[in-house]
């Protein structure tokens, strides 16, 4: 059975290597929040990543197929006016991703 005093100082170091770990990022990037790119970037890829994934989204989809482009459709409209009418990426998003299962499930099975 080990020593206590070395389970002690093996708890201690493992603990301190976690500490930093985990506080060496906000350190290291703590100066670059003063930054006017990143500020920049921050006010714009929001939507850079939103227009990524609508592209990702309908870049495979049949729209000339009737059934089966219908729900993207309608999920992507649901999606934009949610967005435009409330303002909440998150309700935007997850209602948009509601409708579209729903959707596809009904349509495909």
């Not at 002690?8 to 006017?36: D, G, H, K, N, Y």
Request: proline share 9%; charged share 5%; hydrophobic share 60%.
């Amino acid at each position: 059975m080990p020593e206590p005093g070395y389970l002690l100082a093996a708890v201690a170091l493992s603990a301190a290597i976690t500490w930093a770990l985990r506080a060496l990022p906000f350190a290291l990037l703590a100066p670059l929040r003063r930054s006017p790119l990143v500020a920049h970037l921050g006010a714009t890829m929001p939507v850079g990543v939103m227009a990524v994934l609508v592209v990702h989204t309908l870049r495979d989809v049949p729209l000339a197929v009737p059934p089966h482009g219908l729900p993207t459709v309608l999920a992507l409209l649901v999606t934009v006016g949610l967005h435009v009418w409330r303002r909440q990426i998150v309700l935007s998003i997850v209602a948009g991703t509601a409708v579209h299962v729903v959707l596809l499930s009904a349509v495909l099975t």
